[in-house]
Nanobody
Framework: QVTLVESGGGLVQAGGSLRLACEAS????????IGWFRQTPGKEHEFVAA????????SYGVFAKGRLTISRDNAKNAVYLQMESLNAEDTAVYTC?????????????????WGLGTQVTVSS
């Protein structure tokens, strides 16, 4: 059983930056691919970014446009999402998830373990 806990969310002004963290406990973290998704009320999860188990491959949602960077530190059982040039449309609950395959996926169906999420609010 893997437990994922997100942190780093909060209120930021438009144009600002945030660094989200996803920390894992239990299981074998180095075996899992990790993805980030975001969700606003009444909408489906939207793919944000993902990184494979050894950090050698990353992928991003179409809205990322070079503003996001995903990375991982397997020694700390953590994945980070650096977000720059935030705008109001980035306001959402951001959730990380672990893929048992070790790879990445832009679909929620590719992930097995999920955290509870962290709220990001961007004021315009």
């Amino acid at each position: 059983q893997v437990t994922l806990v997100e942190s780093g969310g909060g209120l930021v002004q438009a144009g600002g930056s945030l660094r989200l963290a996803c920390e894992a406990s239990g299981g074998s973290f180095t075996r899992y691919g990790i993805g980030w998704f975001r969700q606003t009320p009444g909408k489906e999860h939207e793919f944000v970014a993902a990184i494979n188990s050894n950090g050698g491959y990353t992928s991003y949602g179409v809205f990322a446009k070079g503003r996001l960077t995903i990375s991982r530190d397997n020694a700390k059982n953590a994945v980070y999402l650096q977000m720059e040039s935030l705008n109001a449309e980035d306001t959402a609950v951001y959730t990380c998830a672990a893929s048992l395959s070790g790879g990445t996926s832009s679909s929620v169906r590719g992930y097995y373990y999920w955290g509870l999420g962290t709220q990001v609010t961007v004021s315009s």
